[in-house]
């Protein structure tokens, strides 16, 4: 029987972040007269009312244990009024009033053996999902392709060298969180499952499991007396879709689950429409723990880009100017079969505009 005295039900959801704002960023929320960036890593905002606060960048892990970020607070208690503010990419912004504790602020993040940097023209840290860490999917890491590939691509985080801003994204499925970025390193299943027929019966919700497939390649079947499924090997994309809601049809293979890389994907439309990003580098090894093939095209790409695009070309923006050949001519990657899109349903049922259809 219910208690009397039960308590009402807490509504959670995102909290309230005026709260949580540094006291001059609350003040002049919506009055902001310009910016500046005083150095990399560096942000100046001007209020009109004449207040000034400065932004000091540092790039984390993103997975952070309660030590580290026991470190990075009590530096903002120190130099930040204690206040931080966490970014999409996992980085932190710390802001103060005072300009003569930006330095400091610095240099204490510096010996702490942390990152300064990520604004502006500079290669941003990279995002990234789960990976082996905690979801249940992954076909590889993704923090670890992150602290790899970050690791050879830190000056281009310290520094503001590209001709725009570089977003990087991983993903450690094919399916699921793995955002699109200038440049992609996304899982790339290269087999359709293998079906443990002894265990779909028991485990698998079927008729769920066959709506799940985009290409309608599942069907219910009985293998030796058994309820279970199969699969049209034919028509299989090899997405890894069916294996979430149905673990015994196994898609993960330490040797036919690839890497892929895409670029020019750009949701922002501030200079040109927004794009989606297209596949240039297929069947890469999936080569833990320090991935050295796909962080190698990586800093190919990146160095063709800063090389040959203009001052604030986004990659897609460099790529529509020179054209698809040049860009596979300067990167030097080679155009393979795979990159040709022709699977027979994309022209009905492939979303190719960034139009909403319902
Ligand atoms: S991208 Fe896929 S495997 Fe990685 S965390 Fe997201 S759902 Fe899990
Ligand atoms: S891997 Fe994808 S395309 Fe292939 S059977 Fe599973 S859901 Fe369908």
């Known amino acids: 029987m219910a208690l009397a005295d039960m308590r009402s039900p807490i509504e959670s959801g995102c909290p309230d972040g005026f709260q949580y704002m540094h006291p001059v960023m609350r003040r002049n929320f919506g009055l902001w007269k310009y910016h500046e960036h005083p150095r990399p890593g560096v942000l100046l905002h001007v209020a009109l009312n004449g207040d000034k606060v400065w932004t000091v960048k540092c790039g984390t892990q993103r997975i952070l244990d309660t030590f580290t970020l026991r470190k990075l607070t009590e530096i903002g208690d120190k130099f930040a009024d204690g206040y931080i503010h966490f970014t999409l990419r996992s980085n932190l912004e710390y802001m103060t009033d005072d300009e003569s504790k930006v330095e400091p602020l610095i240099k204490a993040l510096e010996d702490a053996g942390f990152i300064v940097g990520g604004t502006a023209n500079s290669v941003a840290m990279i995002a990234h999902t789960q990976g082996w860490l905690h979801c249940d999917i992954p076909g590889t890491d993704a923090s670890g392709v992150v602290k790899s590939m970050m690791d050879e691509l830190i000056d281009e985080f310290k520094n503001c060298n590209m001709p725009n801003r570089v977003h990087i994204t991983t993903s450690c499925c094919q399916i699921n969180c793995g955002g699109q970025g200038d440049i992609a390193i996304n899982v790339q299943h290269t087999k359709p499952p293998k079906i443990n027929h002894d265990l779909v019966g028991n485990i698998c919700e079927r008729p769920t499991v066959v709506a799940r497939c985009p290409v309608a390649a599942i069907r219910p079947a009985m293998v030796d007396g058994k309820p279970s499924l199969e699969v049209d090997e034919k028509k299989c994309i090899c997405c890894g ?24 994907g750009n949701h922002s439309n501030a200079r040109s429409k927004p794009t989606f990003q297209r596949l240039v580098a297929a069947g890469v090894p999936n080569n833990p723990p320090r991935w050295p093939e796909a962080t190698a095209i990586v800093k190919q790409i990146l160095a063709a880009y800063k090389e040959g695009a203009k ?19 300067v990167t030097e990657l080679p155009f393979t079969k795979y990159h040709i899109d022709n699977w027979r349903g994309a022209r009905n049922s492939l979303n190719a505009s960034t139009h909403i259809r319902f």
């Open 241 to 264: 879709a069916c294996f979430p809601p149905c673990p015994p049809m196994q898609i993960n293979h330490p040797e036919h689950s690839k890497l892929a890389i895409w670029v020019g």
């Open 311 to 329: 001052d604030w070309e986004r990659i897609n923006d460099w790529i529509e100017r020179i054209g698809w050949p040049k860009f596979f001519e």
